[in-house]
C-alpha cells in the first residue's frame, strides 16, 4: 500500500468515527410538510440508509449504464415494497447490525472494482432495498406516522442513484476510478465501526 493510500485510508477510519451513526431505527425527521417530505429528508439524515445507497451506486456506475439502469429502478421499488411490508407487520425482522452488512458487502465490492453481471447488480439492488425499506416501514409504523413517508424515501432513493451512478459512468480518467473505490474502501470501514458498535451494545 502506498503512503498516499494509506494516508486515506486512515483519513476515511478518521471520517467513519465522526459519521457513525447510532443504531436506531425510527429516528423519523419532521419537516413540517407532510409525510412525503418527511421521508425524503429521512434518507439524507439517516446515514445507515443513506451510505450503503451511495455505494450501491457507485458499483454500479463502475459497471456500466447497464447496471446503472437495473439499480435505478430496482431499488426504489424494493424499498418501497419492503417498506409496505414492514409498515404492514409493524416489527423489524432483522437486528439492527443487519445494516452494517450492506457497509460491508457493496462497500467492499466498490473498493475492489468487482465486475458483476447484471443479475448479480439485481440482487444486491433488490437486497438493498427490501432490507432497509423493511427497517424504514417498521420504524414508521412504531412511531406512529403514515406510510406516505415511504413514497418519498423511494423517490430519493430513485434521485440518489440517478445522479451518483450516472455520474460514475460518465468518468473517464483512470484516477477516478481509484478515487470511487476509495469512496467504497471508506464505507466499508465504517460498516466494520458500525458492526463492532452494534455488537457491543447487544453484549
Excluded at 494509506?6 to 419537516?31: C, E, K, W
Excluded at 467492499?108 to 433488490?126: C, E, K
Excluded at 423517490?155 to 460518465?170: E, G, N
Amino acid at each position: 500500500m502506498t503512503p498516499l493510500r494509506r494516508a486515506m485510508t486512515l483519513a476515511g477510519a478518521a471520517a467513519a468515527l465522526t459519521l457513525l451513526p447510532a443504531p436506531a431505527h425510527a429516528h423519523l425527521v419532521t419537516t413540517g410538510l407532510g409525510p412525503l417530505y418527511d421521508g425524503i429528508s429521512h434518507l439524507f439524515l439517516s446515514f445507515e440508509d443513506l451510505l450503503p445507497l451511495v455505494a450501491l451506486a457507485l458499483l454500479a456506475g463502475l459497471n456500466g449504464p447497464k447496471a446503472g439502469r437495473v439499480a435505478l429502478f430496482i431499488v426504489p421499488v424494493a424499498w418501497l415494497l419492503g417498506g409496505l411490508a414492514g409498515f404492514a407487520v409493524g416489527a423489524p425482522l432483522l437486528p439492527g447490525t443487519a445494516t452494517a452488512v450492506s457497509f460491508l458487502v457493496l462497500g467492499g465490492l466498490t473498493a475492489a472494482d468487482r465486475r458483476l453481471p447484471p443479475l448479480a447488480v439485481t440482487a444486491l439492488a433488490a437486497s438493498l432495498g427490501l432490507i432497509h425499506g423493511w427497517l424504514n416501514g417498521a420504524g414508521i409504523a412504531e412511531a406512529g406516522r403514515e406510510a406516505l413517508g415511504l413514497v418519498g424515501i423511494a423517490s430519493a432513493v430513485f434521485v440518489v442513484v440517478a445522479l451518483l451512478a450516472a455520474f460514475v459512468v460518465w468518468l473517464r480518467p483512470p484516477w477516478t476510478r481509484i478515487a470511487v473505490r476509495v469512496a467504497g474502501s471508506w464505507i466499508a470501514a465504517i460498516g466494520i465501526l458500525l458492526l463492532g458498535w452494534g455488537l457491543r451494545a447487544a453484549s
